[in-house]
């Protein structure tokens, strides 16, 4: 079975340009994650997709980011313009949720962008 | 913000050794899940104890649960070169819902 694919793996950017990253989840799995994670810390969760719908986006900075995800399947998450305290692992991770219980979420690679 | 935090921040101990990893936490959960992350792999999912269960093993890892205390451990035995990873909390609950919080991490170094 396939794992959850990222793309690009790498992406260094200038201040201010835009940028997007691409996930496809495992498939069969309705409930897709975005998170950021920093060196040295943890992954903080982005926003959180039910099938096609955004259920949690209280954490994305919507100045700045967007995401979507059609046809609840494949997701891009976009920023622009990037900052430079942008910079961070980007990773995206996909789980089979029942009703209100959460199940183990499985990750994808993640994107390491770099705004110099 | 993070709910879970991990103690120690870092441990190293040699091949062999057991290594046991703590997980504090702030509110009412629903289930608590254990992850590792290394350079190779990426992060993946260890174990999930739920809010009624004490105790959870898997392989060489066993997981504990208190939720009196609202903390959780995570003992790995027998401990391998390949247990080098950094090892993450992550809390589930209705509290924020249903969101899953990630603690920082505890960097664990197995010396062979």
């Known amino acids: 079975e396939a794992g959850v694919v990222q793309s690009p793996r790498y992406k260094i950017i200038e201040k201010k340009q835009p940028v997007a990253f691409w996930c496809n989840p495992i498939?069969?799995?309705?409930?897709l994650y975005w998170y950021r994670q920093n060196l040295g810390q943890g992954p903080e969760l982005l926003i959180r997709?039910?099938?096609?719908?955004?259920?949690?986006d209280s954490q994305l900075p919507k100045d700045r980011f967007s995401a979507e995800r059609l046809k609840g399947v494949d997701s891009t998450l976009k920023i622009q313009p990037a900052e430079l305290g942008d910079s961070a692992v980007y990773l995206c991770?996909?789980?089979?949720?029942?009703?209100?219980?959460?199940?183990?979420?499985?990750f994808g690679p993640g994107t390491r962008l770099t705004v110099l | 913000s993070q709910q879970g935090e991990e103690d120690p921040q870092a441990l190293s101990i040699q091949e062999g050794e057991n290594a046991t990893m703590n997980c504090s936490y702030k509110?009412?959960?629903?289930?608590l899940q254990w992850y590792r992350q290394n350079s190779g792999r990426g992060l993946v999912h260890l174990i999930l104890?739920?809010?009624?269960?004490r105790e959870k093993h898997s392989g060489r890892l066993r997981v504990t649960l208190d939720t009196s205390k609202k903390s959780s451990s995570l003992l790995i035995t027998a401990s391998r070169a390949a247990d080098t990873a950094s090892y993450f909390c992550?809390?589930?609950?209705?509290?924020?819902?249903?969101?899953?919080?990630f603690g920082a991490g505890t960097r664990l170094f197995v010396k062979a």
């Open positions: 997709y039910e099938n096609e719908e955004a259920v949690d």
């Open positions: 509110t009412s959960i629903n289930n």
């Open positions: 991770a996909s789980s089979l949720a029942l009703g209100g219980s959460y199940n183990e979420q499985f």
């Open positions: 104890i739920r809010s009624n269960e």
């Open positions: 992550a809390t589930a609950g209705s509290a924020g819902g249903f969101k899953t919080i």
């Open positions: 498939s069969g799995h309705n409930t």
